[in-house]
């Protein structure tokens, strides 16, 4: 297994916890500016926020040369699939609850799992089973007829999950060759260009709000300092250990949808959200086990 540069588990624990809490005000935020503005706009605004703090903090520090990639055509289609993974996401986000889209996206690890086995060949066990069958039954329950949660918007997150688990299969891939840096440029900056090149036809006529600025790079900001902090939190406690910590982003959306929505999961919903956090628990233990 690899080791940490420096080992405090607390504080890698307290950097995801804290970065997550980041990342869900982000997606409270954009759930709310989708409201009012269209999708491609915002999450325009937002990663050309991002991505000008990005290059600005890594630039100085190691010049164009920590920009370079290997693999850059591998390296620009993993940026893609987070692209079109955020803006299926955001989309779906409008119609359903901040919780129950954080809860469906949990199943990422699982599809990751599956992608791991189908791609990489590595093996999937009893744990891994188990695992998939408790997260397929979880969204069952989030996403259950009559439940209130909008089936198309549910189905717009699901993808989206699936679409990071590509993303994440390809990090683990392009790790092996390519930088954190470069990867986190190309990516954010890949979206800023994308969504960016859509915002002179989607710019209201009023123009933007004060407010609808505001939120904009507040969420910017949110996202650069948030994955900052995930990237951080590498240098205290392995991954093995961290996976578990991204489970509190589901406190942070029950808590951020009661006081930004007033919304909350009933019961059914809530006891799907815990299967689906027990599957992922499950398989983050499965691949300590493997790893050890």
Same mark, same amino acid.
């Given at each position: 297994?690899?080791?940490?540069?420096?080992?405090?588990? @607390?504080?890698?624990?307290?950097?995801?916890?804290?970065?997550?809490?980041?990342?869900?005000?982000?997606?409270?935020?954009?759930?709310?500016?989708?409201?009012?503005?269209?999708?491609?706009?915002?999450?325009?605004?937002?990663?050309?926020?991002? +991505?000008?703090?990005?290059?600005? !903090?890594?630039?100085?520090?190691? $010049?164009?040369?920590?920009?370079?990639?290997?693999?850059?055509?591998?390296?620009?289609?993993?940026?893609?699939?987070?692209?079109?993974?955020?803006? @299926?996401?955001?989309?779906?986000?409008?119609? &359903?609850?901040?919780?129950? +889209?954080?809860?469906?996206?949990?199943? *990422?690890?699982?599809?990751?799992?599956?992608? $791991?086995?189908?791609?990489?060949?590595?093996? &999937?066990?009893?744990?891994?089973?188990?695992?998939?069958?408790?997260?397929?039954?979880?969204?069952?329950?989030?996403?259950?007829?009559?439940? $209130?949660?909008?089936?198309?918007?549910?189905?717009?997150?699901?993808?989206?999950?699936?679409?990071?688990?590509?993303?994440?299969?390809?990090?683990?891939?392009?790790?092996?060759?390519?930088?954190?840096?470069?990867?986190? @440029?190309?990516?954010?900056?890949? $979206?800023?260009?994308?969504?960016?090149?859509?915002? /002179?036809?989607?710019?209201?006529?009023? *123009?933007?709000?004060?407010?609808?600025?505001?939120?904009?790079?507040?969420?910017?900001?949110?996202?650069?300092? *948030?994955?900052?902090?995930?990237?951080? +939190?590498?240098?205290?406690? /392995?991954?093995? %250990? %961290?996976? /578990?910590?991204?489970?509190?982003?589901?406190?942070?959306? !029950?808590?951020?949808?009661?006081?930004?929505?007033?919304?909350?999961?009933?019961?059914?919903?809530?006891? *799907?959200?815990? +299967?689906?956090?027990?599957?992922?628990?499950?398989?983050?233990?499965?691949?300590?086990?493997?790893?050890?």
């Amino acid at each position: 297994m690899e080791q940490p540069r420096e080992h405090q588990p @607390v504080k890698g624990v307290l950097l995801v916890a804290s970065a997550l809490f980041f990342l869900a005000t982000m997606d409270a935020a954009t759930k709310f500016l989708s409201q009012s503005m269209a999708v491609p706009l915002l999450l325009g605004i937002r990663y050309g926020v991002t +991505a000008l703090l990005v290059v600005g !903090v890594f630039l100085p520090r190691v $010049g164009l040369a920590g920009f370079r990639t290997r693999r850059t055509g591998l390296v620009v289609l993993r940026s893609l699939c987070l692209v079109t993974s955020s803006l @299926v996401f955001a989309t779906g986000l409008k119609s &359903i609850g901040l919780a129950e +889209a954080t809860s469906i996206v949990f199943t *990422g690890p699982i599809l990751l799992m599956f992608a $791991g086995r189908a791609f990489l060949k590595e093996t &999937i066990g009893i744990l891994g089973w188990i695992a998939a069958v408790l997260g397929f039954a979880g969204v069952l329950l989030v996403v259950r007829p009559g439940g $209130g949660v909008d089936l198309t918007g549910a189905m717009l997150v699901a993808v989206s999950s699936a679409l990071s688990a590509v993303y994440h299969l390809m990090s683990r891939t392009l790790a092996r060759t390519e930088t954190t840096v470069a990867m986190m @440029v190309y990516a954010n900056v890949i $979206g800023a260009v994308v969504f960016g090149s859509t915002v /002179p036809g989607l710019w209201p006529a009023e *123009g933007l709000t004060g407010a609808q600025i505001g939120l904009l790079a507040v969420s910017g900001v949110l996202a650069a300092v *948030g994955h900052f902090m995930i990237t951080a +939190a590498y240098r205290y406690a /392995p991954a093995s %250990l %961290l996976a /578990p910590a991204n489970y509190v982003q589901l406190l942070w959306t !029950v808590l951020l949808g009661l006081v930004v929505f007033g919304t909350v999961p009933d019961a059914l919903a809530a006891l *799907g959200m815990l +299967a689906i956090a027990a599957a992922g628990l499950l398989t983050a233990f499965r691949a300590r086990l493997q790893a050890s």
